[in-house]
């Protein structure tokens, strides 16, 4: 395992360190696609941000979720920072946040514009720090145990080995309450060995996705509430640099050997994914007991309405029965003064959702609203990979 881990650090530091220098000469859109909206303090904060981190930035989403002012703020493969900038100024003087990346190119980007968004943003001290390290050990980058109030992540997940380290280095860093709020990008069945190990595939977020069932397994595993999907999106490995993918792919001669290896990637879903993973009581994470939630409208940009997941959203003044589980997710961190809980009664209204099952086994590429793009020329059908 350890070996493995090691060589994929290698190959991702030699992929973004020194193959790719900006966006535009990534081979697919997997690392770049937006999936979600973001508010409009949200793409104001994305507009100060220096052009020359812009250029770096190789996410697949928008993490940054409600309610952040003051907040602790951890992020996992920070790259050049753009992320980390942005939530600098959402955090505001009196919050935090830090970045830790394994790549020494992306974090020169990132620490020579830390003195320039400071004075961009207006504040007398830098408010961001950024640590080199590996986010399978989160504790030798010198991070603390319960001392955050969110952790992010923006499509690097799938690029470490070690899934479970991940998350439970996430776990262990997130305050009580504490929310993992990423995205990153998912398969609808696992990825064959054979296409794990291309260096390539790998760089472009595809052969390291995680099949979407997996995640539950691993969150379930490390002691995460199950996975709320905020929104997806789905990927195309079509389009821009469709062919020099498929050329590097066939240079490789463990897979061009393999006609029904070329056959699966063609045939193979891949969608980004913004999940969050809630750090709620033990006690609570099997509870069905009903409460009833109402929302009192004071979450800032979100004065009528909170969208918890994809389909669960509470109005403001209207109560909700949720089961205690679901209802803890937003209750017993930092969102918690934004909601009345009551026990329910006669007059309660019906509930959102009759059980977990319901709320939290969602596959993600059900629920993608808009298709990939198809250009007729792609890897889509059973014999274009041939």
């Known amino acids: 395992m350890a070996d493995s881990s090691e060589k994929t650090h290698e190959q991702v530091q030699e992929y973004y360190g020194q193959r790719v220098k900006s966006t535009d ?229 463990s897979i061009s050997s393999n006609p029904e290896l070329l056959k699966l990637l063609g045939q193979l879903s891949v969608a980004s994914v913004t999940y969050r993973l809630f750090k709620v009581p033990k006690t609570a994470l099997t509870s069905d007991s009903p409460v009833q939630v109402t929302y009192k409208g004071t979450i800032d940009g979100h004065a009528e309405e909170f969208k918890l997941s994809y389909d669960l959203s509470l109005q403001k003044s209207i109560p909700v029965v949720l089961p205690q589980s679901v209802a803890e997710m937003f209750t017993s961190g930092r969102l918690k003064q934004h909601f009345d809980i009551s026990p329910t009664s006669a007059e309660s209204p019906s509930t959102s959702y009759k059980n977990l099952d319901q709320f939290n086994r969602v596959n993600p590429f059900e629920v993608i609203s808009t298709p990939a793009p198809s250009t007729g020329s792609c890897c889509q059908g059973s014999s274009c990979c041939s």
Not at 84 to 90: A, H, I, P
Request: glycine residues 10%.
């Open 25 to 253: 000469q990534l081979l697919t859109t997997a690392c770049t696609v937006i999936s979600g909206e973001g508010s409009g303090k949200v793409k104001a904060a994305i507009k100060n941000v220096h052009p020359d981190v812009l250029s770096k930035y190789y996410g697949c989403g928008l993490v940054f979720p409600e309610q952040v002012e003051d907040c602790r703020i951890l992020d996992l493969g920070s790259g050049a920072g753009r992320d980390c900038f942005v939530l600098s100024q959402l955090v505001g003087a009196n919050g935090h946040v830090t970045g830790v990346d394994m790549t020494q190119e992306q974090l020169d980007v990132a620490n020579k514009h830390i003195q320039y968004h400071t004075e961009k943003f207006g504040y007398s001290k830098s408010n961001v720090d950024f640590k080199k390290g590996f986010i399978e050990n989160l504790s030798d980058a010198g991070i603390s145990d319960s001392s955050y109030d969110i952790v992010i992540s923006n499509c690097v997940v799938n690029l470490a080995h070690d899934k479970l380290s991940v998350l439970k280095g996430a776990y262990n860093a997130l305050k009580d309450g504490g929310e993992l709020y990423f995205s990153d990008v998912y398969v609808d069945r696992p990825v064959p060995d054979e296409l794990r190990k291309n260096s390539v595939l790998w760089g472009e977020c595809i052969s390291g996705a995680l099949y979407w069932k997996d995640l539950v397994m691993i969150a379930a595993e490390v002691g995460f509430a199950p996975p709320v999907v905020v929104s997806a999106t789905a990927i195309s490995t079509c389009g821009k640099g469709a062919e020099a993918l498929l050329d590097a792919v066939k240079s490789d001669p």
